[in-house]
């Protein structure tokens, strides 16, 4: 019995076939996409095993919960689907494109929303599967390509955050003045749960530089809560930091492929991964209410797992 699907897919679905003339098995195909899509992400919200995805019910679908989508929840989607179904390149291509054409359904036929979150989405190259983070000399190179320029002292902070605490670009945005308290961060994260998660020393000294430097000077800055503001003194957007990730990567000379504040998450996770942070404590940083989510962002290389088998002590007994 083929289970109900949201009435907001449905009316794409029809459009599909009646106006853009898709055949009825790209129709299926593009169902298939987006309703998985809308099952992982329910998955991730209510804490629900990937392996029982397929009984997650989606009819309940609003546009509310839609509008609430990012960039990163499709990239994250992405490489659930590269990492747990071992989908290959050309198929996540198709989902990224089912992606973007339903979201530019949503706000250019039926203006139920503002921002398109899948402007950005970049197709997968066809072949190509390394995960994309950056290595430890790459993100130091990263960070001194930060230009010394009227918001220095801002960007310097958030990208401490950024690759310090993994923290989503979304939760970067919405975090306020009241957010800290000591060294303690206070991140409301997705699906509005709240976690704690400790200031070390990088981010508390160059968020004091900010305050102290730059956010007083800033207009409006004053009656405004939000921590980390825009030159005319509102909070940031997504695709502000966005391109000011980007503008990073081109001004350090490393130009670093698809660098985007998500992937500042993955090299946070996984340069922590590497020094010995275990996958637990990990998962309770990123906000992940899914040990499996976690291990999507935890990046190994082969030689090192090939190292880890040489270094068992049993290996000495051959």
């Known amino acids: 019995m083929q289970r109900e699907i949201p009435k907001i897919l449905k009316d794409f679905l029809v459009y599909l076939t009646t106006i853009k003339g898709k055949s009825l098995r790209t129709r299926k195909e593009y169902e298939y996409d987006i309703s998985l899509f809308f099952r992982f992400l329910k998955a991730i919200e209510d804490d629900i095993a990937f392996d029982n995805m397929d009984d997650i019910p989606i009819k ?36 990224t494109a089912t992606l973007r054409s339903f979201f530019k359904y949503l706000k250019g036929k039926k203006r139920l929303i503002e921002d398109n979150p899948a402007d950005e989405l970049e197709t997968p ?50 975090l306020n003045i009241n957010s800290i308290q000591d060294n303690m961060l206070r ?7 709240e976690r704690t998660v400790f200031l070390n020393k990088a981010c508390i000294q160059s ?7 730059e956010r007083p000077f800033i207009q409006g800055a004053s009656s405004n809560e ?13 695709q502000t930091v966005a391109k000011i990730v980007k ?5 350090s000379g490393l130009n670093k492929a698809k660098i985007t504040p998500h992937k500042l998450r993955h090299t946070s996770a996984t340069i922590m991964y590497k020094n010995g942070a275990d996958i637990r404590s990990l998962q309770h940083i990123l906000g992940h209410t899914s040990v499996s989510t ?23 007994l051959g």
Do not use: W
């Open 207 to 213: 968020l004091h530089v900010y305050m102290e430097k």
């Open 187 to 193: 991140i409301v994260g997705k699906g509005d749960k």
């Open 247 to 251: 503008q990073i990567n081109k001004d």
């Open 125 to 174: 190259k066809i072949g190509k599967k390394k995960p994309i983070y950056m290595n430890q000399e790459e993100a130091e190179m990263f960070i001194a390509g930060i230009k010394r320029s009227n918001h220095y002292y801002r960007n310097y902070s958030m990208i401490m955050f950024f690759l310090n605490l993994g923290i989503r670009v979304s939760e970067v945005c919405s």
């Open 226 to 238: 939000a921590l980390f503001l825009s030159q005319k003194g509102t909070r940031l957007t997504r």
């Open 294 to 316: 976690t291990q999507i962002y935890t990046h190994v290389e082969d030689k090192e797992i090939q190292q880890v088998i040489e270094n068992n002590p049993f290996n000495n």
């Open 60 to 95: 309940d679908i609003t546009i509310d919960f839609i509008r609430e989508i990012s960039l990163e929840d499709m990239y994250l989607f992405l490489e659930y689907c590269e990492a747990q179904r071992h989908n290959s390149a050309a198929t996540r291509a198709r989902k």
